[in-house]
């Protein structure tokens, strides 16, 4: 069980992270000279948005041992819904009105999963596998399927949309949705680190039987924790409508799996019980400076799909020797000598 | 419409009462019992609903032409899960063999003639199956040698692989199978098609490679615990490898039935399966953590989406509403199986329940 | 000081069913302020379950838990906590993927219903419990890469971070070396005067008269004896708790002067863990290795199986030299391994008994056409559960559900299964009771008659009496002396030890 | 390459009616790439109406995902039923062949759309000639940009044949006749996705600074391309054209980051298909010169490069000026 979990992190995980990204930027900027300006900077930060929260939302699913594949439908499912809402009740109470609501949707949506997976223990992946496919049925067939257009949207929604922090003329712009996605990464960072619900996540992804014993409500816990995941992909699929100006009820749903390669890749133990904040936003960006640049680097469209399939893979690889034990592959629960001294 | 929604409630929560109390009195191997069951139910629904177009023998043919491939690819990931691990890659190694025949043998059509390429047929296909066991080879080099976690190993192979087919193809769907293959998959032996046959076969051989030999057992026994495997002195380099080669050998026969229905090959055919035989596996009982899996069970959750899929067909509701149907079915086969375990701790034997354990009595 | 009246825990005859097992069945008793009170039973008799309601983790069917007076229906581990139960458990419950110091602080901070964690705080908990136990240990190491022993101190720890008023240890002291036992007992000791209550389950039953002033044993989930620690010694306890007579007497069979040598080791060496380690093992005899935690007598097994490859000198199987650098080429050699870590290294839990026991041999069981010839399967499965008696419903079983002592066995019969030349055991009756404890050196000794070579590596001294013929003792990665014949007993070993 | 969990793959839609099998059931179904899309909804809309007009079961399927492998599924259960006709939207041309065989020897009309030159289909109806239509586009980006400076072309898919002949239809043209303009790209692939046609553009755009044209032909690709362009501040040096349908493009024709968009009524697409199928299932012919009475297919014109399919003159150039004019 320990040697499983110590497998997918290296012993300092974010500084190789920082290394590979190190590298493919210097590589990029060697290839392109239009690599090396505001603009593409802002762009890799606007586009790492949306991604980013679904990543805070997945890793702390992935701590606590499991794997959440429904958000992406949740978040589609709570964005559309909430806008499509509002804007039949002719009503527009700001964007901040709209994004709870949403969030309110998705942690009911998350109570959902929360409850089924802790009340009857089952396997995370297959139940919010079952779940997104229930979640993006019922939204097309009952909710609806019309794509609602920028023209559409409340005022509110389009104004916020064009907010931006600071203007670079002509070299793009950094977009003032950055502000609340850095304080929701700092707020799931601290809830991780420094709070007992936070550290009984991390308990129950390391031992669940003894997470019991030392006293944790783990189905509490459990539900709590998808409600809140539920909630964070709300805020994201919001992100995602308020960014791209349209709410489009076939969108982000396919994504989850990229999401929770560039989560692993940012050192979270896909067994649970490890995983970091600042892993998960250095995953991300590796991934999305990777996605974001391809035409940049002159990649042949054709080739672009490849490329980031081996890119994924030298990412993990790499990870994967690192956080290699003596005995090759398999996993290797024998203790390091040097500790034995220790106690002796 | 709406009564139709109350036909699928009322089916939805008709399985789930009689079944839960229809299970207690079966007794088989964990999986196989309610997938039975619930095939036999849906079937029955649905026959009952729409006689006239469900039971028209050119709708049973087509389940039985159409069931196959995800059959395979489900038996794919099914061994892959047993291990522990699970395989994304099966789809897109399917398409790199069908691409393989496909391109192949035009391309020997157009430099020596049809005949030539007919020729020459059962080569290609074997190079084609070849390119499937590769291509499994590299996912289980990536598992058992790099030491990667499976579901990312094969998560970037299924684009890998996928992005390289696009590049071969260009894009392109490339037209033209084996004329062979091409009437394999109008034919029919006894009414059965041929497809269903092959898929039939093709579990049979993997039941008794995983039951019945050292092997198999060992695959089984890496799921299980990989650590005590190792301290038995089982390698799990080649537990492993041979896995996932079986996987790709077992994507590339589904790729060979991509072609067999429709002579052509894309790098995008199948796309909607992944997650789909993912579903299917776990409905067939295996267990996602490792160790346990009947290929009796994955089969028969094949045919029961199968028929869940015409059925609705037949009912005219629509895809997303088969997809809802989907989910339900998945959870509420878990949440029942949990329910029924509780109450019974020591009835649950992960291992080797499809084959009778020998007791001293016995002897 | 002399316990006073009001019992802090009473149990009153609970009962308790697994799928038709009773692992209770109507078990009464009470536990007074500073009295150290003994469980003690053979595997499976009811020790942990008895110690899983008591906190909570389980619900009996019937039957009720008072503690200080209160009568709990629905005793849930936060109740248990809170009113002051601490449990050391068997499998220490500890997370791996945590540091020491949060895992021993982390228990506390949830009583009380802390909602913040501070991880000055934490460490200050975690350190203020150590250096009150006068114990170095590594608070911000992971537990996942600590030892055994580390990881059971860890345990204890957890459970006095808190002032607790009931302290229950189910087999705290399995992976504890001497010193460390007796640290362990001042400080029960020092927890009797503050008047704490003290549940103690060990199968090392002079440590339990040593400790306890009461007795309880348990055969079978039913109480077959209670009665003050004063008027029992081992053996009586031992009658008790398996209804015969036990004996520890040491018999060890000759061994042929001419029986040819199976394993030698040259001067093998592995950097950082031992050195110059040369010896002979000839076919029918018992060694055994002992040493302090941390002396390399693991790391020697280790090396012999190719977990930790050797890195100098050289391994000769029955004659051949060895390259041994894994486990696969140790096993092929022909050695066997019966690991520490029985529940992860040793045993598929969620795996059959029939399966486990051919795990290691699957191949010699291919027939023709590369299938398994089932009919010998069933043989020899048949064959080694009545040899081994293993008590279990049938070999279809789970190992899961069974008790160290026939999960030490089902281990056993996987290597048996496979006729190695040579058997290696780290700590075989780790945890196992008296009465399992003695077949398993019977078993041992029956193989090593049959021609087999075993190395035992233990702390238990009266254990590696009874059996070996031979005993190596280890310090700081070097043999430093060798008992044979006459020289093996308990006394001298102690004394060469401490040496 | 994205995947979508609780996809039938193995999926159909509605379908079957209570009449039992055998016999022709008398149903028109238009199969199409993928239901729940704005397109298709619209396409949906024409179908409906035309059923209401005729008085014919008609009604309109299609799988959950743009997926080769849902198409079939939905129309092996459709052989199933016996319908009358089936329309067919492909994803995929060759995917179909044998399917669609299949269908044409259970005596079914087989009808298909934006599938130039598939094969075992009775005839293939378009809103008008591919090549021709990208030209269009082209001339108005020509105009636009004053026949000078660089350009790129985006597809949905690269495996859409469709699409591809638009962008060759529109780059031919170009060369023809605006020699001073320069495709700086291959076309690119968004993946039908708009977040991924929006990042495509803001490369592109930091790559070649001074780029004049981008010429969309998903539906939303214009709308991602338009986003970006609007972003980077430069709605009038640069000229966003390509299809789409006015609700997906409107706000974006406001703002004008998008200056004129392209597209055919799929409503009236789906009325022609349906038309075609009604006009064959009762023995008639198509051929030069015949009036589906739709709306843009007043006069079919035979395609050449297939002996089986026609066009209408159905394509509509919307921009701001006339956008109001539409309601999808
Ligand atoms: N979770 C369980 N499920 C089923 N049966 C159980 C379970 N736990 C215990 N039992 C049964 O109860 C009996 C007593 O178990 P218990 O753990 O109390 O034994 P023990 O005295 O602790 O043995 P050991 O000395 O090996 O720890 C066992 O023999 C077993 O058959
Ligand atoms: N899931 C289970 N099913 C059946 N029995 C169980 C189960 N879990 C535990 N037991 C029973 O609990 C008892 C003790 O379990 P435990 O693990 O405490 O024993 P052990 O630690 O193996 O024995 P020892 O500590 O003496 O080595 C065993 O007798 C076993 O039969
Ligand atoms: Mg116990
Ligand atoms: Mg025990």
Redesign the interface.
Known sequence: ????????RGPNNEGLLVAVILVVVVAMALS?P??F?A??FF?LVR?SMVPLIFALGVLMVLISGGID?SFP?IAIFAAYSTVKWVIGAGADPGPWVIIAIAMLVGAVLGLVNGV?IAR????T???T??????F???L??YIG???I???D?PDSV?ALAGSHLLDV??G??LHFMIVPVVVVAVLVALLLS???????I??I???T?????????VVRTQVWLYVLVGALAAFGGML?VIL???A????I??????I??AV?LGGA??F???GSVLGTVLGVVLVQLI??????LGI???????????L??LG??A???G??R??????????????????? | MSEQRNALRDVNSRVEAGWSAVLERVHVAHGVGRMALLLVLTFTFFAVQRPGVFLNPVNLTNMGIAAPEIGLLSLAVMIAMLTGGIDLSVVAMANGTAITVSSLYTAVGDAQGQAAAEGWAPLIVLVGVLVGVLLGAFNGFLVSVVGITPILATLGTMQLYNGLALVWTGGVTISGAPSALRSMGGTAVAGIPVLTIILVLCAVLLAVVINRTPIGRKVQLQGANPVAARYSGISPRSTLMMTYVISGLLSAVAGLLFLSRNPSASADYGSSYVLLVIVIVVLGGTNPAGGFATVLGVLLATLTLQVVASGFSALRLSAYEYAIAQGVILIGVMVLDQVRFRRRPLRRRPGMQDRPVPTPAEK | MAPSAAPVLEVHDVVKTYGGIHALNGVSLELLPGEVHCLAGENGSGKSTLIKIISGVEKPDSGTVVINGRTHRHLTTGDAIRSGIQVIYQDFSLFPNLSAAENIAMLSELADRRRISSRSRIRAAARRVVEDLGLRLDLDADVADLTVADRQLIAICRALVNDAKVLIMDEPTTALTHTEVERLFTIVRRLQERGVAVMFVSHKLDEVLEISQRVTVLRNGAQVASGAAADHTPRTIAKAMTGREVSDERLVGEVPPDAPVLLELDRLGRAGGFSDVSFALRAGEILGITGLLGSGRSEIAEAIFGIHPADSGTIRVAGTERRIRSIRDAVHAGIGYVPEDRLTQGLFLDVSIADNMIAASLDSYRARGGLLDRRRVRDSIADLFRRLRIQAPNVGAMVRSLSGGNAQRVVLAKWLDRKPAVLVLNGPTVGVDIGSKEEIIAILREQAAAGMGVIIISDDIPELVTACHRILIVHEGRVVSELTGDEVDAHEIQRRMAA | SSVNGGDPGTGSTDGGSSSSGGAADGAYVVVVKATGIGWFDRMEVGVNEWADETGMDAREEGPSEATNEGQVAIIQDLIAQQPTAISVVPNDLAGLESVLKQAQDAGIVVVSHEAVGIKNVDIDIEGFENKAYGAQIMENLGECTGGEGQYVQFVGRLTNGSHSEWVQGAYEKQQADFPDMTRVEDPIESEENEEVAYNKAKELLAKYPDIKAFQGSAGTDVVGIGRAVEEAGKTDSICVMGTSIPSVAKGYLDSGAIDKIFFWDPAMAGKAQLAVAKILAEGGTIEEGTDLGVPGYESLVKLDGADNAYAGDAGVAVDLSNVDQYNF
């Open positions: 069980m320990s040697g499983r979990l110590s497998r997918l392109s239009a690599f300006t603009g593409t762009a586009s594949v439908a089924v009857f223990r089952l396997p992946l297959i139940v596998l079952g779940t997104q496919s229930i993006k049925g019922v097309i067939s399927s019309v794509y257009s920028a023209a949207l389009n003329s002509g793009g712009y420094r709070t007992i619900f936070g550290r009984s991390y308990a992804g390391g031992d039987e003894a997470a019991r014993r030392v006293g944790i409500d995602y791209g100006r349209n489009n009820p076939q969108s749903v396919g994504t989850e799996l990229d929770i390669a692993v133990s896909i649970g019980g490890r996605n974001n640049n391809l035409v940049l042949p469209s054709t080739w672009q799909r490849a490329a980031v399939g081996i994924l893979l993990v690889g990870q994967a020797l956080a290699r003596p005995n090759g592959h398999s996993v290797d629960v024998e203790p390091p000598l040097e500790r034995e001294e220790v106690a002796a």
